[in-house]
């Protein structure tokens, strides 16, 4: 985010403070009872020591200024955003990969977000939402994973329709109303659709701008887990004015590098991942084997050129979509990839 946006959020959360005074600021009415992903969650009175599990779930908290209330993060794919370093010190990191429900439940929380399905879902491999519930303890799941499971699906399910900040921005509004700062979660959700409505106007739909979104593999030798049809990935394309050439519907299918060369994308996208669980999680590594193997550099978009590199969390349904849409944009508009 550049510092014209910062100033910009700084402004709407001083016009909350100046509302506030003028008794003017949007207040939540306790008990709130939210329907999220087939659950009715009700919340007495606003958390005062969450646990964030997932990157997205604690950057949302950390934009919405609740630092003070956040006790402690876990699964972090890629380093937070710069602008909320400082604020993010103040929680404990429990761990950048899944923490176990002793480690949580450590943190006396009053409330646990989710990022993702693996991390507070029927086959999460944390903790199931009922173990929460039954000590009291309400839970809360990105509306962006709340997904059907088909036979051969992968763990995050398949998504019928394409991914769109809607679902985004109803768990800002959601989250803002939980933690009684509504305004605050307005003023948010108004600077991405900003964001958004910009780059939509910057790009024309282009038939040939095909994407395929390279998130990592184990190794060279493994199949590639990469975005699927009606993901977040998809959704950077379209924003952009290309597809995905990946047209399954599941969230995150592997994919053989044979069909990868047979689909043969005009651009690759490389993630970075912060992680370092494996090799090519790096997107250096991952572009140095796209070169160098005699097999895969045939790719259309290896060997024109065409790889651009954006974080492992732009590609999840997460307020980093947006960020990692516009680092695409850039490195579009630098190659030319539009006009050729």
């Given at each position: 985010m550049n510092i014209s946006r910062v100033f910009g959020i700084l402004c709407c959360v001083s016009a909350m403070i100046a509302g506030t005074a003028n008794g003017e600021e949007t207040r939540t009415q306790y008990p709130l009872t939210i329907e999220n992903c087939g659950q009715s969650v009700t919340f007495e009175s606003a958390p005062q020591n969450a646990v964030a599990l997932g990157q997205n779930s604690a950057e949302i908290l950390l934009l919405l200024g609740l630092e003070e209330r956040l006790a402690a993060t876990a699964f972090w794919p890629?380093?937070?955003?710069?602008?909320?370093?400082?604020?993010?010190?103040?929680?404990?990191?429990?761990?950048v990969e899944f923490p176990t429900l002793e480690a949580v439940l450590g943190q006396s929380p009053d409330f646990v977000a989710a990022q993702l399905p693996t991390l507070l879902g029927p086959d999460s491999r944390v903790a199931k939402r009922d173990d929460f519930e039954n000590l009291g303890i309400p839970t809360y799941l990105s509306p962006s994973v709340c997904l059907e499971r088909q036979a051969g699906d992968d763990a995050y399910g398949s998504r019928a329709e394409l991914w769109n900040m809607d679902l985004l921005f109803q768990e800002i509004d959601e989250l803002s109303q939980i933690f009684d700062v509504a305004d605050r979660g307005q003023a948010l959700i108004a600077e991405f659709r900003a964001r958004e409505a910009a780059l939509r106007e910057r790009f024309v739909s282009d038939p040939d701008l095909s994407f395929i979104f390279w998130f990592s593999s184990?190794?060279?030798?493994?199949?590639?887990?990469?975005?699927?049809?009606?993901?977040a990935s998809s959704y950077i394309a379209d924003l952009l004015g290309g597809h995905n050439a990946i047209t399954v519907k599941t969230e995150w299918p592997t994919v053989s590098w044979e069909s990868i060369i047979a689909a043969d994308p005009k651009v690759l996208v490389v993630a970075q991942v912060d992680r370092n669980r494996w090799e090519l999680d790096n997107a250096e590594n991952k572009i140095a084997w796209l070169e160098?193997?005699?097999?895969?550099?045939?790719?259309?978009?290896?060997?024109e050129g065409r790889l651009l590199v954006m974080p492992g969390a732009s590609m999840n349904p997460t307020i980093r979509?947006?960020?990692?849409?516009?680092?695409?944009?850039?490195?579009?508009?630098?190659?030319?990839a539009h006009t050729e």
């Open positions: 890629n380093e937070i955003l710069p602008e909320l370093e400082e604020a993010h010190a103040k929680a404990t990191l429990l761990t184990p190794s060279p030798a493994d199949d590639a887990y990469l975005g699927g049809g009606n993901s160098n193997d005699p097999t895969v550099s045939q790719i259309r978009a290896v060997r979509t947006i960020y990692g849409a516009e680092a695409l944009a850039w490195q579009l508009e630098q190659i030319g």
